[in-house]
């Protein structure tokens, strides 16, 4: 006798409801006013953490820039990301000078999973809390939104030695959108939040930075003036100017370098030869012969500088009028 058997297989399956959300992101109806520090760097200074307090915390009015939502009831119940953006040009000029701007991951901001835009960066501070679902805002519509804020670190990289002393004002353009992601089972893609951010006129401002920038040495910045006077033929050549002093006041205990460097070089010479008229050359260094030296200077010193006259060819002067020029390189190592 053949015995059929058969099997039966029985499987249990679920069915998910799709996912509910409500995905906005909203920027105050009132310009934001975020404070920062006043810095002050001096030769030794690369980077400068500062300050960024005052961003817009509690209840008040916004603007809804953009409304996503999916399935769901008003009644929902739901969970809550809600998140403050941040974000800054990678970089911003002082006069001419670039200096490389950040926000540091501090006081509960931290790097966001989403891309910036080529030339930003930025970062994102968040809170989850329990709530409805609620209705679908519409885009554009303006509604009573509870903003949060934590103080911000940004950070200032300033290339050493770049700046000259002074006090500057700078505007460090930022962008702020308070985002809310409100969902029952998973939040609502958000990749493209910053570059709405960005796009979005309504969620740009300014810091107002002042920057004082200090020197650890002080030196006489007019111009440096040298006189061959009158030479006559083969008897030019070696001819010297007198000494010029210059003096410079340093904080105790500072490493210095200086360098003499000629405005129009001369094939085949150092650095500090510049061309003086079509006969000759002028040779620039300071007292002892050196033209590129470094000193620790303590409160004061006497940089004593002067030229040397060279015919381009000793058997034949040219008789002219000459005017040659350098330039002394100051540096605060």
Same mark, same amino acid.
């Given at each position: 006798m053949r015995k059929l058997f058969i099997s039966c297989l029985v499987g249990a399956f679920s069915l998910k409801a799709n996912a509910a959300y409500r995905h906005f992101l909203f920027s105050p109806l009132t310009p934001?006013?975020? *404070?920062?520090?006043?810095?002050?760097?001096?030769?030794? @200074?690369?980077?400068?953490?500062?300050?960024?307090? $005052?961003?817009?915390?509690?209840?008040?009015?916004?603007?809804?820039?953009?409304?996503?939502? %999916?399935?769901?009831?008003?009644?929902? %119940?739901?969970? /809550?990301?809600? @998140?403050?953006?941040?974000?800054?040009?990678? /970089?911003?000029?002082?006069?001419?000078?670039?200096i490389i701007v950040d926000v540091l991951n501090n006081n509960g901001w931290f790097e966001p999973n989403q891309r910036f835009p080529s030339g930003y960066t930025g970062k994102i501070t968040?809170? &989850?809390e329990r709530t409805l679902l609620e209705t679908c805002w519409t885009e554009g519509d303006r509604q009573l939104v509870t903003f949060f804020w934590r103080d911000a670190t940004v950070k200032l990289t300033i290339p050493k030695q770049k700046i000259l002393p002074g006090s500057y004002s700078v505007l460090v353009p930022y962008y702020y959108g308070h985002e809310e992601n409100k969902f029952t089972d998973e939040p609502a893609p958000a990749y493209d939040?910053?570059?709405?951010?960005?796009? %979005?006129? =309504?969620?740009?401002?300014n810091f107002s930075v002042t920057i004082n920038v200090t020197s650890k040495c002080n030196l006489d910045t007019s111009p440096v003036n040298l006189s061959h006077g009158l030479m006559a033929g083969r008897g030019a050549d070696g001819n010297q100017t007198k000494s010029y002093n210059l003096n410079v006041t340093c904080t105790p205990g500072t490493s210095l370098s200086v360098k003499l460097l000629g405005s129009q070089k001369v094939s085949g010479k150092?650095?500090?030869?510049?061309?003086?008229?079509?006969?000759?050359?002028? *040779?620039?260094?300071?007292?002892? $012969?050196?033209? =590129? *030296? &470094?000193?620790?200077? =303590?409160?004061?010193? &006497?940089? %004593?500088?002067?030229? @040397?006259?060279?015919?381009?060819?000793?058997?034949?002067?040219?008789?002219e009028s000459f005017e040659g020029s350098g330039v002394l390189q100051v540096q605060v190592n």
């Open positions: 934001i006013n975020i *404070e920062t520090d006043v810095i002050t760097v001096d030769d030794y @200074t690369t980077s400068i953490n500062l300050s960024a307090s $005052g961003g817009p915390n509690g209840p008040m009015w916004g603007t809804n820039l953009m409304s996503r939502c %999916s399935g769901g009831s008003d009644l929902d %119940s739901a969970t /809550q990301d809600k @998140t403050a953006w941040l974000i800054v040009p990678k /970089q911003v000029k002082v006069n001419g000078i670039q968040q809170k &989850t939040i910053p570059a709405k951010i960005i796009s %979005s006129g =309504n969620t740009k401002g150092t650095d500090n030869y510049t061309k003086c008229g079509t006969g000759g050359m002028c *040779e620039l260094t300071f007292d002892n $012969g050196k033209y =590129n *030296e &470094t000193m620790t200077v =303590n409160n004061n010193k &006497t940089l %004593s500088i002067k030229s @040397t006259y060279r015919l381009n060819d000793i058997t034949k002067p040219v008789a």
